[in-house]
């Protein structure tokens, strides 16, 4: 018989939601100020009307050079975009 492998995530704490509702030049500013605040599970960028533009899973692990590219999208979306909304889970 083969191994099973379950996909639970293991329940480390409360997870709670912040919404930010910014214009495109703030957008960058404000994800690398949340991301240097720590305990961030997931970074969600939506239009005005609610589409999700991108979804950042975020591990304790990923630092530095690993950002890059991600910060690099989300400067390309907040230059196409005026106004996004930023949904970030936080762990507690």
Known sequence: MADEQKNEEPKTGKTRTEE???NGGEILDKIKEILHE???RRIILKDEKGRVFLEI???VGILGAALVP???AI???AALVSKLTIVVEKVE
């Open 20 to 22: 930010f509702k910014l």
């Open 38 to 40: 720590g305990n961030i």
């Open 57 to 59: 899973p975020l591990t």
């Open 70 to 72: 991600v910060l690099a």
């Open 75 to 77: 400067g390309a979306i």
